[in-house]
């Protein structure tokens, strides 16, 4: 599970047993985890509260081009 950003106590990372689904980062820390789709950005899941959850998904838009980029280097889609 490579940690690809670490932002505001948050973790975004991969799993490689996930490369079949759709592009999403996983996120954990501050309290909680969350799976996010990267295209478009929309929650899978999330166990935090909504102002963790807006956070989190602000973060992921804002850094949607470097996480989509590696994922598909990570995911031998590149």
Same mark, same amino acid.
């Given at each position: 599970?490579?940690?690809?950003? @670490?932002?505001?106590?948050?973790?975004?990372?991969? +799993?490689?047993?996930?490369?079949? @689904?759709?592009? #999403?980062?996983?996120? +954990? *820390? /501050?309290?909680?985890?969350?799976? =996010?789709?990267?295209?478009? =950005?929309?929650?899978?899941?999330?166990?935090? /509260?909504?102002?963790?959850?807006?956070? =989190?998904?602000?973060? =992921?838009?804002? #850094?949607? *081009?470097?996480?989509?980029?590696?994922?598909? @280097?990570?995911?031998?889609?590149?």
């Amino acid at each position: 599970m490579p940690t690809v950003l @670490e932002i505001d106590g948050y973790e975004f990372l991969f +799993r490689s047993n996930d490369c079949p @689904e759709p592009p #999403h980062v996983h996120v +954990r *820390g /501050n309290g909680g985890s969350a799976k =996010v789709w990267l295209d478009p =950005v929309r929650l899978a899941r999330s166990s935090y /509260n909504r102002r963790r959850t807006d956070e =989190v998904l602000s973060i =992921v838009i804002s #850094h949607q *081009g470097y996480l989509s980029g590696r994922w598909s @280097e990570f995911c031998g889609r590149a």
